[in-house]
């Protein structure tokens, strides 16, 4: 369980049990199947990237090329983390490992938000300090991450001292720029959005239409950050760079916003104690967004470097890609660019608003406690699976709803059957009729055949669809791949031609070149979705760890593998996931699984073999 996992304080423990319930990672109710997997042994080695990955692909320690940076938002402690959250950080870990892949250096940003009124609030029912719950929370995401194979390279936690001198440091280039005063405030607030908010906005009885709860008069005497200043200039920048918030549904919500009138906001609470005060006046604290946004900047910060924001920036800045989901948009498109306008800095280049994940049709949220547990889904089907899933299923940037029959019949169609199936009897047929040695280069294999054109195509569509950030169409083309295989392995029949002899045999073992060359391209064209399945599927080709891990997007053309080459003994590489249905008083029935008619089945890890 977490709590024996987390190796923490009798005190923080103690947070821990009434935050991470056991029923808060195991409460997940299925209506009509259990599920059971069985992995391979070697199916749960971990990617060396994963947790933290200080070298990025192929890019060279001391090259001073522009890195790509890219953000997940810095998430809120006031609960564990949920899918939600972990959607975005997936998504973000796929586009960093596709640049990684494209040989840039890269910088992936993750972290926690760990100040406000919320935190206080969570942390005294469960009567431990805000430092207690914020350090259980932040580990949980942390051992999350671990266990989706986010290969992170910064993780900020806005209670960092580093950060607060950061903030402090921003505070006064804000304020030294006259765009910060004092003033009354009155309004209605959404203590858990942590916002002002406008009537017009408001649902019926006054409720917030993002945590559906009455948003409560709140009279403050703040201080303001002059947002109305920079409306214009805002307006400018969207006309100029229409790329700089995507999709483009997204954009047209911003200028929406901006061309209702900017208000000034308030940048400061009087009743808030858990957070940073503000400079020159410690009756008040700063307002968790001025404060979290600027986590972007911080984490840039590298470990004894002097703490300061040109620091910071020389680091990295501007971020190449915010990943945000759209609930968050207006902070990241309209208030932080104004931010760090005013203080002098430059502006990230893209802010990508995806869509929500739904279960019953309503969004996922811990406010709302409707959430699907990250936790047992990872640890009932894998990081692979979930991963794959979510990126292939969800077409990014818009909402996408869960199903556990969807998600089961998913993954085994692509994972274990198209994928896992075609490399292990191929592999099976190159043992039994070649010794699992192939007998001429790829190229020399395809010579004459479509095949390879078809591969080269697929190949280049699922480049262009991870560029554009289009994930599920990337998955789409690698899977295409997968098909194509198939289809070619049906219609050439090597089993067939190899007990003919001769030509035949010889023919037959070109075919398998052929097939074990879309194999090998497909453990790199689907390395960002999926990268501990294609770890497995390139040592079944008999590569080594480390030739894995220095793979770049170009040996994706065809004629990698090479004539007297060894592969690795068939096993299979994904396991197919037995539903096994509830009978009437509850009890667990046999599991069904899934035979092809006329065709032998060994029982090999639910693995079908041709």
């Not at 480390?546 to 690795?568: P, R, Y």
Request: aromatic share 10%; proline share 4%.
């Amino acid at each position: 369980m977490a709590v024996a996992r987390m190796n923490m304080n009798c005190s923080i423990q103690s947070s821990l049990s009434c935050i991470l319930k056991p029923s808060f990672f195991f409460n997940f109710k299925t209506t009509q199947f259990k599920n059971r997997l069985y992995f391979p042994q070697n199916h749960l080695i971990s990617s060396k990237r994963s947790l933290l990955c200080t070298c990025s692909g192929n890019f060279q320690a001391g090259e001073k090329a522009e890195p790509f940076v890219i953000t997940t938002p810095l998430y809120y402690v006031n609960a564990p983390p949920h899918m939600g959250s972990a959607y975005s950080t997936i998504a973000a870990d796929a586009i960093a490992r596709f640049q990684r892949l494209l040989g840039k250096r890269v910088i992936l940003i993750t972290g926690t938000d760990e100040h406000g009124e919320k935190i206080a609030t969570s942390a005294s029912a469960c009567g431990s300090s805000p430092r207690e719950h914020c350090d259980v929370i932040s580990q949980a995401y942390k051992m999350l991450w671990k266990d989706l194979d986010i290969a992170y390279d910064k993780f900020i936690r806005t209670t960092d001292p580093k950060h607060e001198a950061i903030v402090e440091e921003f505070y006064s280039r804000v304020l030294a720029k006259d765009d910060i005063y004092r003033a009354d405030y009155d309004g209605l607030y959404c203590v858990n959005c942590e916002e002002y908010k406008d009537e017009k906005e408001l649902l019926e009885n006054n409720c917030c239409p993002t945590h559906l709860k009455p948003c409560v008069p709140r009279k403050e005497d703040n201080y303001f950050f002059a947002l109305s200043k920079y409306q214009k200039p805002l307006e400018e920048i969207l006309e100029q760079n229409p790329d700089f918030v995507q999709p483009s549904y997204r954009l047209n919500e911003v200028q929406g916003w901006i061309k209702n009138g900017l208000r000034d906001f308030s940048i400061s609470r009087a009743a808030v104690e858990w957070g940073i005060p503000v400079p020159n006046d410690n009756k008040q604290t700063i307002y968790v967004w001025f404060d979290a946004l600027l986590g972007y900047l911080s984490a840039l910060l590298e470990d004894k470097e002097q703490i300061s924001l040109q620091s910071a920036v020389s680091s990295g800045w501007p971020a190449s890609l915010h990943l945000i989901g759209k609930d968050i948009l207006r902070f990241h498109a309209v208030y932080w660019p104004a931010m760090l306008m005013s203080a002098g800095l430059s502006l990230p280049k893209m802010v990508f608003g995806h869509g929500f994940l739904t279960k019953d049709g309503m969004k996922m949220g811990k406010s709302l406690g409707n959430t699907i547990e990250p936790n047992e889904l990872v640890h009932k089907f894998g990081a692979d699976a979930v991963r794959y899933f979510f990126l292939r299923e969800v077409e990014f940037g818009s909402d996408g709803d869960y199903s556990e029959e969807r998600f089961v019949n998913i993954v085994n169609a692509h994972l274990a059957n198209t994928i896992g199936n075609l490399l292990n009897r191929t592999l099976g047929l190159l043992k039994k009729n070649c010794q699992s040695t192939l007998v001429v280069d790829s190229t020399i294999a395809a010579e004459g055949k479509d095949f390879k054109d078809t591969v080269e195509e697929l190949v280049e569509k699922a480049r262009i669809n991870y560029e554009n950030l289009s994930l599920s169409s990337a998955c789409e083309a690698v899977l295409e791949i997968g098909n194509a295989g198939n289809l070619y392995m049906d219609k050439h029949q090597p089993w067939s031609l190899f007990k003919q002899g001769g030509a035949a045999s010889e023919a037959a073992a070109k075919d398998l070149v052929v097939i074990l060359e879309a194999m090998r391209i497909i453990a790199i064209a689907l390395s960002p979705v999926a990268p501990s399945l294609c770890r497995l599927i390139y040592a079944q080709l008999g590569y080594s760890e480390d030739q894995f891990d220095k793979i770049n997007w170009s040996e994706t053309k065809w004629g990698g593998l090479k004539g007297g080459q060894v592969m690795a003994q068939p096993k299979p590489v994904f396991a197919r996931i037995e539903q096994i249905k509830e009978n009437e008083n509850g009890a667990e029935a046999a599991p069904q699984k899934v035979v092809k008619k006329k065709e032998r089945k060994q029982k090999v890890q639910g693995v079908i073999e041709a």
